[in-house]
Each structure stands twice: as C-alpha cells, then as structure tokens.
C-alpha cells in the first residue's frame, strides 16, 4: 500500500523558514517524479515545486521562485520542500504527489493521477 505523509507545518512568523518533509512508503521516491501542490481557503490547488525522477530536474511555481527548493533524499524514501522568506501569501495546506513519470499538464493538479498526502498547513502571519 502506497502512503505518502506529509510533515513540517506549523504556524511562522512573515520572513520565516520551513522545510516540509513527505516521507514515502509503498514505493521507491528515486523511481517516481514528485510534486508539492498548496491550496489556499476559497482557492484551487496551486503548482509549487517539482522533481523529475532522475533527481536532476526541478521545477517552481512563479510566486515560490528563489524561495523554495524541493529536494529528495533516495536513502530516507523523503521528498523535501524548503521555503525560505514566507510571505502571508504562502498560507495555504501543502500536499505532496508523486507520478512515475512527470505527466502531461503537470502545472495542474489533476494531472497527478497516482498518488497524493493528506497535506500539512502553513500558516504565515504578518
């Protein structure tokens, strides 16, 4: 049975860092791209970060650029999202996915068909 279980969230402070963690079990992380999505109260799931499978590859959304970085660590089956300079605009419930290939329309969270966390909140207060 495939889990992914997301970590890492809590209530910061405007300028705050995080790093989230989505720990995999039932499969093997370095065998599958992985993407973080973050939704909003009353707003869609937005596009936020994403790593191909071979590692080399990653990928932001425009308002995360230069402030977050996703990673994965092969040995612990754990993808990572490190967001530095949080802004309130940053709130939101963070999930995590993964796909064994980067699909087709992966700016949007419906493309991710496979597997999905059950997201971790963040908070940004000003």
């Known amino acids: 049975q495939v889990r992914l279980v997301e970590s890492g969230g809590e209530s910061v402070q405007f300028g705050s860092s995080l790093r989230l963690s989505c720990a995999a079990s039932?499969?093997?992380?370095?065998?599958?791209?992985q993407g973080w999505f973050r939704q909003a109260p009353g707003k869609t799931r937005e596009f936020v970060a994403a790593i191909t499978r071979s590692g080399k590859l990653t990928y932001y959304g425009d308002s995360v650029k230069g402030r977050f970085t996703i990673s994965r660590d092969d040995a612990e089956n754990t993808v990572y999202l490190q967001m530095n300079n949080l802004k309130p605009e940053d709130t939101g419930v963070y999930y995590c996915t993964t796909s064994p290939v980067l699909p087709g329309g992966w700016l949007q969270a419906d493309a991710w068909k496979d597997y999905w966390g059950q997201g971790t909140q963040v908070v940004v207060s000003s």
């Open positions: 039932g499969l093997t992380v370095s065998r599958f791209s």
